[in-house]
DNA sequence: CCCTTGACTTAGA
DNA sequence: GTCTAAGCCAAGG
């Protein structure tokens, strides 16, 4: 068969975005900087915002990602309910409002970030 | 095909 | 520390 079909669907940039979120674990969030920098493409952070303003939030954690700085990036659209879902998932707030990346700030699926824990 | 938008980021004043 | 401007990519009208 011969696959002359070559219109195939390729791998849009936005399902690739999509499923780079899907693998954060839960309690942990990505900021927009750090996804574009995962795309082999080199998306730009507006490029991945539009990936996440299309994608279905319904199946899709956009909350766990968080602008940079762990600001909460959909508080023009939905504020306070990002909050409130990561505070769900255990993800801790500063002071401002944003998340603690230094520790909920997911540095891949393999690179194990290895957070000490002489302190806790 | 051209123009506008968009939940960002970085740098400069 | 806060504000403004520019960059960048993709999809929609």
């Given amino acids: 068969m011969a696959a002359k079909k070559k219109k195939d669907t390729g791998p849009r940039p936005f399902e690739r975005v999509w499923a780079l979120v899907l693998r954060v674990p839960r309690g942990k969030v990505v900021t927009y900087g ?51 879902l990561l505070e769900r998932e255990g993800v801790a707030f500063d002071r401002d409002g944003n998340v603690d990346l230094a520790r909920f700030a997911w540095t891949g699926p393999r690179r194990t970030k290895r957070r000490r824990s002489t302190s806790r």
């Fill in 34 to 84: 750090w996804i574009s920098q995962q795309i082999e493409k080199r998306l730009t952070p507006i490029g991945v915002v539009w990936a996440m303003r299309a994608a279905p939030s319904d199946a899709l954690p956009w909350h766990r990602v968080v602008g940079a700085n762990g600001r909460i990036a959909t508080e023009r659209e939905l504020p306070g309910l990002q909050r409130k």
